[in-house]
């Protein structure tokens, strides 16, 4: 499956932003997908996951609560809803499937093996 994100931005703290990440592909529905961010200089770090029924997710700590994915497999397209955002959340955002069709939400970076280009959040103070 063939992924591209969208929907990054720059906005001050506190604000909300709404990423997207339209599939390619009619086997979008069979995998769990997840979203990544890497800041300059540090390592890709996991943000979220999403089962392939949409059924069950999987946060970061550092998201849980004012961060939600969502998907819509009618649609081939996963969502990560960003809200009360925080300086910290300052990234290149990605998106990606499961090398496994069907499994569950994972945190780990190396059970995913399709990535988009990511797309740049900035958030100010």
């Known amino acids: 499956v063939q992924l591209q994100a969208s929907g990054g931005g720059s906005v001050q703290t506190g604000d909300s932003l709404r990423l997207s990440c339209a599939g390619s592909g009619r086997t979008f529905s069979r995998y769990p997908m997840g979203w990544f961010r890497q800041a300059p200089e540090k390592e890709r770090e996991f943000v979220a996951s999403?089962?392939?029924?949409?059924?069950?997710?999987v946060y970061s700590d550092s998201v849980k609560g004012r961060f939600t994915i969502s998907r819509d497999n009618a649609k081939n397209t996963m969502y990560l809803q960003m809200n009360s955002l925080k300086p910290e959340d300052t990234a290149v955002y990605y998106c990606?499937?499961?090398?496994?069709?069907?499994?569950?939400?994972?945190?780990?970076?190396?059970?995913?093996?399709?990535w988009g280009p990511g797309t740049q959040v900035t958030v100010s103070s």
């Open positions: 990606a499937a499961r090398n496994a069709e069907f499994g569950a939400a994972t945190k780990s970076v190396t059970d995913f093996g399709s």
């Open positions: 999403i089962s392939s029924s949409g059924g069950s997710t």
